[in-house]
């Protein structure tokens, strides 16, 4: 079975800028996870989506949103992008819809800097 | 801000020995998880353990958790250099049952097994 893919693997964009990045769950999950990580602040939990709905968000500005489409995949998009987004944005999938989350199967990263 | 935090920072030891982190949280927990990330890449899930339950174990490792001191040990048992990576606990905070998708995470331990 494929793991969790993420792309782009590396991108540089400069201040001003929007980026989307893109992720593909393993074949069979539903729930998919984005997370950011910085040597500062570590792992920061974005947002979940479950069929296509956003069910949990976590405190990060507006300029952050994402979406999942019907195959499952989702992307998050970052606008108007600052120095401090610089970061590795993790992708996580798991195959259950319930509340609770149980072990999360992360991809290897995209990792962005900004100039 | 992480509601996990880990002991050590990190963690230098020889093939062969024994390596123990530990994670303490603050709020209560359906379940902890420990996590492993070699240098700049995904998180591997490790272990899950409950909140009912004290002691797991899988290969090498063995995870202890106590809910009254709210903390919990990783044990690695004759670590070898492919051990080295940085290691992770993350809480599923029982807040409601609500979590989707979020894990708390710690900061982290980094460890190094030299040859």
């Known amino acids: 079975k494929a793991g969790v893919t993420q792309t782009p693997r590396y991108l540089i964009k400069t201040r001003g800028q929007q980026v989307t990045l893109s992720c593909s769950p393993i074949?069979?999950?539903?729930?998919v996870s984005w997370y950011q990580q910085t040597p500062g602040q570590g792992l920061q939990f974005l947002f979940e989506?479950?069929?296509?709905?956003?069910?949990n968000k976590g405190n990060f500005p507006g300029r952050f949103s994402g979406r999942q489409f019907s195959n499952s995949r989702s992307e998050m998009n970052v606008s108007t992008l600052e120095l401090g987004d610089s970061a590795l944005y993790l992708c996580?999938?798991?195959?259950?819809?319930?509340?609770?989350?149980?072990?999360?199967?992360f991809g290897e990263g995209s990792r962005l800097t900004v100039l | 801000s992480q509601q996990g935090e880990e002991d050590p920072q990190a963690l230098s030891i020889q093939e062969g020995e024994n390596a123990t982190m530990n994670c303490s949280y603050k709020?209560?927990?359906?379940?902890l998880q420990w996590y492993r990330q070699n240098s700049g890449r995904g998180l591997v899930h490790l272990i899950l353990?409950?909140?009912?339950?004290r002691e797991k174990h899988s290969g090498r490792l063995r995870v202890t958790l106590d809910t009254s001191k709210k903390s919990s040990s990783l044990l690695i048992t004759a670590s070898r250099a492919a051990d080295t990576a940085s290691y992770f606990c993350?809480?599923?905070?029982?807040?409601?049952?609500?979590?989707?998708?979020?894990?708390?995470f710690g900061q982290g331990t980094i460890l190094t097994v030299h040859p």
């Open positions: 074949s069979g999950h539903r729930s």
């Open positions: 993350a809480t599923d905070p029982n807040a409601g049952g609500t979590s989707y998708g979020k894990l708390t």
């Open positions: 996580a999938s798991s195959f259950q819809g319930f509340a609770n989350t149980g072990e999360l199967f």
């Open positions: 709020t209560s927990i359906n379940n």
């Open positions: 989506y479950f069929s296509e709905t956003q069910r």
């Open positions: 353990i409950r909140s009912n339950e």
